[in-house]
């Protein structure tokens, strides 16, 4: 905790504006992603850090004693002891006793368990379902007894900015190393859904005191504003870490860590719904096409989410520290992150912000990117008042700093406090807005290794380099103690990645000719870098400061005093890895690769010359020997992924020289040689590479595409170039018979076309250079590219051809695929809108058959013929209608299309729209007055069609126009016959009930139906024959009350002579009993009526014998035997009608009231 001198001074300053800019922004709930603890189990707020300098001590304080059991290095022809390996990491502390590092990306599961805070967060977390991604694994060296000056300047600027304009996407802090622009990244994120502030926030709100960072009393309000912060994450760039310095890392961490924020859950979700976009984001398709991978994979689901408010309505951050450390793995094959953001910054919406930090001196390669600079190392008042804080607490918080500076300057006349002031003034100039010089510098004057003598302060170093080279004179007093060190050194500036204490070890082991070094040997001379190579939490070291590495790496020449050869670590790393893990995978071989051409290994022996080694050989075969000697497989390594679309064209040719095959299948591109996967990602120098060392111009994949179908594809115009200047052929089919130049066109690549085009007329054997043209603009009028078919139209006079491959003219393949510019550009330039492919169909039809409006209008008003048949006669009035396209129906009528026109079957376009149920086109065309009793070739009228069908609704629409109900088509159908005859039921009804006649036909349709099958007038299912017949008792009991017996008794007779004799189910049955029952009374009052009682007592006793107990039989025997004057038989049966009557349970009123007149007339 700080003294209390120090307490006063930063509860006395002015109230912070850090708040107001954090407020702009929401807060997701905190997840716990840090970890600030060393490896002893300190309690988490003991712990001060200083984010403003993100460096460690570079003096020692204490050490362990080493482990008595040393671990030695292996033989050449041995591999690596991994369990040896583990002991001694396990057993071994020597460097990080008192350090510790925060890492971007791992949750450490015992702070989440021992800060309750978070705990419930994290395991809500943890019990969600997360999506396959892993982000990267970010770590940045702090001190834990370091201190965050809060500069609350440089928020209230990013505040400022993203109000003033809210379009502005993100800001750049820039400044020389050592000015924090890392801290002021770590700070936000602190506050953000990733850091621990909340909770020290939260803790002071208890009472508990908390030294994590030196507060103000700002902070209250900082705590009340950062509920608005969503800083999603920083992303670090460590260049001792080639893979944080990579696109495709960078897209698939990003989208890793945008899926951890609690606040952006929605858009983890739909990632886990869209199994498409997230294999999208994967390592593999973010190297492949790293563009759509952001942009579809990132930004458009979150501008889709966002359109839907599921993500708010509040701003994001997202921070990337330290973005020009990428630019030292730059190739002339892959973008930079960088160069990366500046081509597809605009399609990032405007309320997902950046923050971007970068040195000054690299600023060069934003320039591109749209967003505001804020410098931090060009002095002004607030950086001033930064730099004058900072020497504040040092000197109020460390006695020993103010009587290093005071003692030797006590006797003069200057009095402590203006010798203080003087000194403050002056460190803060000379430091020129770096605090990591103020640190290291007051560093030195608190341990006493800085003396300052005299009031001019001439004794404090001058510049960064200055404050390195003093501490490295402590440290390495003579050359032969940084000698010590230096294969260490150079080692560590060598590796891609961060290295293990064992690697490192192994590594200046391989260096040795002689003996090797020992353990505890290492370990000591180890020691002395304690301080200047952290160690990370995965148990790799990294330099505390980039500014460092670049110092001992690069300086002026009159400065050479602890520069570090590269080249000795490069030759370390590339020897341990032949040494100790060969043979080697591809990615290892690789990686060996670049540091032998790296270290320069053989180029510059001593007495050689700077093509050949020591010994006559020439060094590139010797570095090729070399590394065709520790490989598993050169050729698996050159078709490795990591070589195909991440290459770097000096390893390429190293392989070659180790006598790779420059005609390597790869298993990409439809497993490609190696010039036809490079021509495809469009490396340029390495496809002239290959072609260097013999490769194939003419290779194929395993669909036929050489490299030119390939490079033309996907658009790389000067790999076309090199190709065809090699040999290559143009004109040559794939096998789907497409030569190269129909690659370009089917994508657009209107450049490549451009090129080939130019060309003479030789290149294109075997095709012929006007045929492939032709193709091409075919191929252009089908994909809708205007450039492509406005291009070939330079080369083409006539219009009016097929192509050799489709059968299709330039207007018919425009009019079938729908785009009616390109229909209307060829109709000027002479093209004919009536010729018809190579099938017969016009343009017209085509556009017809797909409902293309557009197409219609641009070849009616381009001079089509409306009427314009295809092979079966259709017009496309009739595809219209049939399709039941209303627009183009009713353009076409307008436009004067014949209604009355019929195919070779004799349809006219009612007709079709009768026969696919069609009503909006039937309604439409009979508002046209169409004739509805047309017929075609086989009789049928558009009624018999609708029939066919079985649609109700159409067949009204035609009987009401007047269809006639009773036609007969050729073979003596009438329509109920053929709605019988396909089990139209309730069309049967309909036709029915508007008075179709029944004739033979249906009664032989109704009689092959015995099925079982479904009517709207019945609950149940009954046969065809039960309709017919209720239609037929229907008619009969109307005529019967309309007087007219002899009609009504043929009627009933025709209907008994109908009813079927086979059985069906036991309720059909049952209904067809009754009608018959019904038909036969029916017809017995009939020929009551017409005083034939002897045919109706004969019918009457064949019912009274069958219906024992029906009184309805009885009531009607009763009227038989009025009607012939047995007036007593006739009161018998009607006493027994009315005892059966009483008897039935459905008490049939209406039928007593008949039977009690009855007896009151022959009473009478």
């Given at each position: 905790e700080p003294t209390s001198p120090a307490k006063k001074f930063f509860t006395t300053r002015k109230k912070s504006r850090h708040d107001e800019f954090i407020s702009n922004f929401k807060l997701p709930n905190p997840v716990t992603l840090f970890s600030?603890?060393?490896?002893?189990?300190?309690?988490?707020?003991?712990?001060?850090?200083c984010h403003a300098i993100g460096?460690?001590?570079?003096?020692?304080?204490?050490?362990k004693p080493a482990p008595s059991a040393p671990a030695r290095k292996p033989s050449a022809n041995s591999t690596t002891n991994e369990a040896v390996g583990k002991q001694v990491f396990d057993s071994v502390d020597v460097v990080d006793e008192d350090l510790y590092c925060i890492p971007r990306d791992v949750a450490l599961l015992s702070d989440v368990k021992e800060n309750s805070i978070y705990q419930s967060v994290a395991e809500r977390s943890f019990q969600q379902p997360q999506p396959p991604l892993r982000p990267l694994f970010f770590e940045v060296p702090l001190e834990e007894s370091q201190v965050f000056v809060p500069r609350n300047w440089i928020f209230a600027s990013v505040l400022n900015i993203f109000n003033e304009n809210i379009h502005t996407r993100g800001v750049i802090l820039y400044g020389v190393p050592g000015t924090g622009k890392t801290a002021v990244a770590l700070e936000l994120v602190e506050y953000s859904c990733f850091g621990r502030k909340r909770e020290h926030d939260l803790q002071l709100e208890s009472g508990r005191i908390s030294a994590m960072s030196v507060e103000t009393d700002d902070s209250d309000d900082m705590n009340r504003e950062t509920e608005d912060l969503s800083a999603l994450k920083t992303l670090v760039q460590n260049l001792d870490n080639r893979l944080t310095c990579l696109v495709p890392e960078f897209i698939h961490s990003l989208a890793a860590q945008l899926c951890q924020a609690p606040a952006l859950a929605p858009y983890r979700d739909y990632l886990l719904e869209n199994a498409e976009l997230l294999d999208g984001l994967s390592i593999e398709n973010c190297t492949i096409n790293p563009g759509p991978a952001f942009l579809n994979g990132i930004i458009e689901p979150l501008n889709?989410?966002?359109?839907?408010?599921?993500?708010?309505?509040?701003?994001?951050?997202?921070?990337?520290?330290?973005?020009?450390?990428?630019?030292?793995?730059?190739?002339?094959?892959r973008d930079t992150i960088s160069s990366f953001l500046s081509k597809h910054i605009l399609r990032v919406p405007f309320w997902l912000k950046f923050i971007v930090t970068i040195r000054t001196s690299q600023l060069e390669i934003l320039s591109l990117i749209p967003f505001k600079k804020i410098s931090l190392d060009t002095m002004s008042e607030d950086i001033e008042e930064d730099l004058h804080s900072y020497i504040n607490y040092r000197i109020s918080a460390n006695i020993c700093i103010k009587e290093n500076v005071t003692a030797s300057l006590v006797s003069s006349n200057k009095?402590?406090?203006n010798i203080l002031k003087s000194l403050k003034?002056?460190?803060?100039?000379?430091?020129?807005?770096?605090?990591?010089?103020l640190k290291l510098t007051l560093d030195l004057i608190q341990h006493g290794h800085l003396v300052i003598k005299s009031s001019g302060f001439k004794v404090l170093p001058v510049s960064l380099s200055e404050v390195f080279s003093l501490h490295c004179n402590l440290r390495f007093p003579t050359?032969?103690?940084?000698?010590?060190?230096?294969?260490?050194?150079?080692?560590?500036?060598a590796a891609l990645n961060p290295l293990t204490l064992l690697e490192v070890y192994h590594s200046i082991n391989s260096l040795r000719a002689t003996e090797n070094l020992e353990w505890t040997q290492f370990l000591r001379i180890f020691k002395n870098l304690?301080?200047?190579l952290i160690k990370r939490l995965d148990g790799t070291y990294m330099f505390f400061h980039s500014s460092f590495r670049d110092w001992l790496v690069r300086r002026d020449e009159s400065d050479a005093k602890f520069l570090c050869d590269v080249r000795v670590g490069n030759s370390a790393i590339a020897l341990r890895l032949t040494s100790i893990e060969a043979p080697l995978s591809p990615n290892k071989t690789i990686e060996l690769a670049h540091h032998i051409l790296k270290g320069g290994v053989f180029k510059s022996s001593s007495g050689s010359s700077h093509?050949?080694?020591?010994?006559?050989?020439?060094?590139?075969?010797?570095q090729a020997i070399w590394l065709l000697t520790a490989t598993k497989d050169i050729g698996n390594a050159i078709t490795s992924f990591s070589n195909i679309y991440t290459p770097n064209p000096k390893i390429t040719r190293l392989f070659l020289q180790a006598g790779a095959s420059p005609n390597q299948k790869t298993s990409y591109f439809n497993n490609a040689p190696l010039l036809g996967a490079y021509s495809a990602a469009g490396f340029y120098f390495l496809s002239a590479l290959l072609l260097e060392f013999g490769a194939d111009v003419n290779g194929e994949n395993d669909d036929g595409d050489l490299p030119l179908h390939l490079a033309c594809q996907y658009g790389h115009v000067d790999i076309v170039g090199l190709l065809i200047d090699e040999g290559a052929l143009v004109g040559q089919l794939n096998k789907s018979n497409e030569p190269a130049i129909l690659k370009a066109a089917n994508n657009n690549q209107v450049e490549v076309l451009q090129h080939i085009m130019s060309l003479e007329e030789a290149v294109f054997a075997p095709m012929d250079k006007i045929t492939a043209i032709k193709e091409t603009l075919v191929a252009g009028c089908a994909c809708n590219y205007f450039d492509v078919v406005d291009l070939c139209a330079e080369y083409v006079d006539d219009f009016n051809f097929h192509d050799t491959r489709t059968g299709e003219t330039p207007i018919s393949m425009a009019s079938k695929r729908g785009h009616s510019h390109i229909v209307s550009a060829i109709i000027l330039e002479g093209g004919n809108p009536d010729m018809p492919n190579e099938k017969g169909f016009p343009p017209l039809i085509l556009a017809a058959k797909e409902q293309h409006h557009r197409v219609i209008e641009a070849l009616v008003e381009g001079g089509s013929n409306l009427n314009a048949t295809d092979p079966q006669s259709k017009t496309a009035l009739m595809y219209a209608a049939k399709q039941n396209d209303l627009i183009s129906l009713e353009y076409l009528i307008k436009k004067g299309a014949d209604l009355k026109l019929r195919d070779k079957d004799g349809i006219c376009a009612l007709g079709w729209a009768c026969l696919r149920s069609n009503m909006d086109a039937v309604e439409l065309l009979l508002d046209f007055d169409v004739e509805v009793n047309e017929v075609d070739h086989l009789g049928r009228t558009p009624l018999d069609l609708a029939a066919f069908t079985g649609a109700e609704e159409i067949a009204t629409m035609l009987l009401e126009k007047g269809a006639m109900i009773e036609h007969i088509d050729v073979q003596g159908i009438r329509p109920l016959d053929r709605a019988v005859g396909c089990g139209h039921t309730g069309l049967v009804q309909l036709f029915l009930r508007r008075g179709a006649k029944l004739g033979s036909n249906t009664w032989a349709m109704a009689n092959s139906k015995p099925q079982i099958m479904y009517t709207a007038f019945h609950s149940n299912l009954i046969p065809y024959s039960i309709c017919l017949l209720n239609k037929l008792l229907e008619d009969g009991v109307f005529l019967l009350h309309k007087g007219q017996y002899r009609e009504a008794a043929h009627r009933f007779q025709y209907s008994l002579r109908k009813v079927p004799s086979h059985q069906y189910n036991e309720e059909s049955q049952v209904d067809i009993e009754e009608i018959w029952k019904n038909l036969t009374l029916n017809l017995i009052r009939c020929k009551i009526r017409m005083n034939e009682s002897a045919e109706a007592m004969t019918l009457i006793n064949e019912l009274a014998e069958k219906y024992s107990e029906c009184s309805e039989v009885f009531f009607e025997k009763a009227q038989v035997h009025k009607s012939m004057g047995n007036v007593d038989a006739a009161r018998k049966e009607a006493l027994f009608a009315m005892a059966l009557n009483e008897k039935d349970t459905s008490n049939n009123s209406e039928l007593r009231t008949q039977i009690e007149e009855l007896l009151d007339e022959i009473s009478k």
């Amino acid at each position: 905790e700080p003294t209390s001198p120090a307490k006063k001074f930063f509860t006395t300053r002015k109230k912070s504006r850090h708040d107001e800019f954090i407020s702009n922004f929401k807060l997701p709930n905190p997840v716990t992603l840090f970890s600030n603890r060393v490896a002893k189990k300190t309690p988490f707020f003991t712990k001060v850090k200083c984010h403003a300098i993100g460096s460690s001590p570079l003096l020692q304080k204490r050490s362990k004693p080493a482990p008595s059991a040393p671990a030695r290095k292996p033989s050449a022809n041995s591999t690596t002891n991994e369990a040896v390996g583990k002991q001694v990491f396990d057993s071994v502390d020597v460097v990080d006793e008192d350090l510790y590092c925060i890492p971007r990306d791992v949750a450490l599961l015992s702070d989440v368990k021992e800060n309750s805070i978070y705990q419930s967060v994290a395991e809500r977390s943890f019990q969600q379902p997360q999506p396959p991604l892993r982000p990267l694994f970010f770590e940045v060296p702090l001190e834990e007894s370091q201190v965050f000056v809060p500069r609350n300047w440089i928020f209230a600027s990013v505040l400022n900015i993203f109000n003033e304009n809210i379009h502005t996407r993100g800001v750049i802090l820039y400044g020389v190393p050592g000015t924090g622009k890392t801290a002021v990244a770590l700070e936000l994120v602190e506050y953000s859904c990733f850091g621990r502030k909340r909770e020290h926030d939260l803790q002071l709100e208890s009472g508990r005191i908390s030294a994590m960072s030196v507060e103000t009393d700002d902070s209250d309000d900082m705590n009340r504003e950062t509920e608005d912060l969503s800083a999603l994450k920083t992303l670090v760039q460590n260049l001792d870490n080639r893979l944080t310095c990579l696109v495709p890392e960078f897209i698939h961490s990003l989208a890793a860590q945008l899926c951890q924020a609690p606040a952006l859950a929605p858009y983890r979700d739909y990632l886990l719904e869209n199994a498409e976009l997230l294999d999208g984001l994967s390592i593999e398709n973010c190297t492949i096409n790293p563009g759509p991978a952001f942009l579809n994979g990132i930004i458009e689901p979150l501008n889709l989410l966002r359109r839907a408010n599921k993500l708010g309505d509040g701003h994001f951050l997202i921070i990337i520290d330290s973005i020009g450390e990428a630019e030292c793995h730059k190739t002339s094959t892959r973008d930079t992150i960088s160069s990366f953001l500046s081509k597809h910054i605009l399609r990032v919406p405007f309320w997902l912000k950046f923050i971007v930090t970068i040195r000054t001196s690299q600023l060069e390669i934003l320039s591109l990117i749209p967003f505001k600079k804020i410098s931090l190392d060009t002095m002004s008042e607030d950086i001033e008042e930064d730099l004058h804080s900072y020497i504040n607490y040092r000197i109020s918080a460390n006695i020993c700093i103010k009587e290093n500076v005071t003692a030797s300057l006590v006797s003069s006349n200057k009095s402590e406090l203006n010798i203080l002031k003087s000194l403050k003034n002056h460190l803060a100039h000379l430091s020129g807005g770096c605090f990591l010089y103020l640190k290291l510098t007051l560093d030195l004057i608190q341990h006493g290794h800085l003396v300052i003598k005299s009031s001019g302060f001439k004794v404090l170093p001058v510049s960064l380099s200055e404050v390195f080279s003093l501490h490295c004179n402590l440290r390495f007093p003579t050359s032969r103690a940084f000698n010590m060190v230096h294969p260490i050194l150079a080692t560590c500036l060598a590796a891609l990645n961060p290295l293990t204490l064992l690697e490192v070890y192994h590594s200046i082991n391989s260096l040795r000719a002689t003996e090797n070094l020992e353990w505890t040997q290492f370990l000591r001379i180890f020691k002395n870098l304690k301080g200047l190579l952290i160690k990370r939490l995965d148990g790799t070291y990294m330099f505390f400061h980039s500014s460092f590495r670049d110092w001992l790496v690069r300086r002026d020449e009159s400065d050479a005093k602890f520069l570090c050869d590269v080249r000795v670590g490069n030759s370390a790393i590339a020897l341990r890895l032949t040494s100790i893990e060969a043979p080697l995978s591809p990615n290892k071989t690789i990686e060996l690769a670049h540091h032998i051409l790296k270290g320069g290994v053989f180029k510059s022996s001593s007495g050689s010359s700077h093509k050949q080694g020591s010994n006559g050989i020439p060094y590139k075969d010797l570095q090729a020997i070399w590394l065709l000697t520790a490989t598993k497989d050169i050729g698996n390594a050159i078709t490795s992924f990591s070589n195909i679309y991440t290459p770097n064209p000096k390893i390429t040719r190293l392989f070659l020289q180790a006598g790779a095959s420059p005609n390597q299948k790869t298993s990409y591109f439809n497993n490609a040689p190696l010039l036809g996967a490079y021509s495809a990602a469009g490396f340029y120098f390495l496809s002239a590479l290959l072609l260097e060392f013999g490769a194939d111009v003419n290779g194929e994949n395993d669909d036929g595409d050489l490299p030119l179908h390939l490079a033309c594809q996907y658009g790389h115009v000067d790999i076309v170039g090199l190709l065809i200047d090699e040999g290559a052929l143009v004109g040559q089919l794939n096998k789907s018979n497409e030569p190269a130049i129909l690659k370009a066109a089917n994508n657009n690549q209107v450049e490549v076309l451009q090129h080939i085009m130019s060309l003479e007329e030789a290149v294109f054997a075997p095709m012929d250079k006007i045929t492939a043209i032709k193709e091409t603009l075919v191929a252009g009028c089908a994909c809708n590219y205007f450039d492509v078919v406005d291009l070939c139209a330079e080369y083409v006079d006539d219009f009016n051809f097929h192509d050799t491959r489709t059968g299709e003219t330039p207007i018919s393949m425009a009019s079938k695929r729908g785009h009616s510019h390109i229909v209307s550009a060829i109709i000027l330039e002479g093209g004919n809108p009536d010729m018809p492919n190579e099938k017969g169909f016009p343009p017209l039809i085509l556009a017809a058959k797909e409902q293309h409006h557009r197409v219609i209008e641009a070849l009616v008003e381009g001079g089509s013929n409306l009427n314009a048949t295809d092979p079966q006669s259709k017009t496309a009035l009739m595809y219209a209608a049939k399709q039941n396209d209303l627009i183009s129906l009713e353009y076409l009528i307008k436009k004067g299309a014949d209604l009355k026109l019929r195919d070779k079957d004799g349809i006219c376009a009612l007709g079709w729209a009768c026969l696919r149920s069609n009503m909006d086109a039937v309604e439409l065309l009979l508002d046209f007055d169409v004739e509805v009793n047309e017929v075609d070739h086989l009789g049928r009228t558009p009624l018999d069609l609708a029939a066919f069908t079985g649609a109700e609704e159409i067949a009204t629409m035609l009987l009401e126009k007047g269809a006639m109900i009773e036609h007969i088509d050729v073979q003596g159908i009438r329509p109920l016959d053929r709605a019988v005859g396909c089990g139209h039921t309730g069309l049967v009804q309909l036709f029915l009930r508007r008075g179709a006649k029944l004739g033979s036909n249906t009664w032989a349709m109704a009689n092959s139906k015995p099925q079982i099958m479904y009517t709207a007038f019945h609950s149940n299912l009954i046969p065809y024959s039960i309709c017919l017949l209720n239609k037929l008792l229907e008619d009969g009991v109307f005529l019967l009350h309309k007087g007219q017996y002899r009609e009504a008794a043929h009627r009933f007779q025709y209907s008994l002579r109908k009813v079927p004799s086979h059985q069906y189910n036991e309720e059909s049955q049952v209904d067809i009993e009754e009608i018959w029952k019904n038909l036969t009374l029916n017809l017995i009052r009939c020929k009551i009526r017409m005083n034939e009682s002897a045919e109706a007592m004969t019918l009457i006793n064949e019912l009274a014998e069958k219906y024992s107990e029906c009184s309805e039989v009885f009531f009607e025997k009763a009227q038989v035997h009025k009607s012939m004057g047995n007036v007593d038989a006739a009161r018998k049966e009607a006493l027994f009608a009315m005892a059966l009557n009483e008897k039935d349970t459905s008490n049939n009123s209406e039928l007593r009231t008949q039977i009690e007149e009855l007896l009151d007339e022959i009473s009478k």
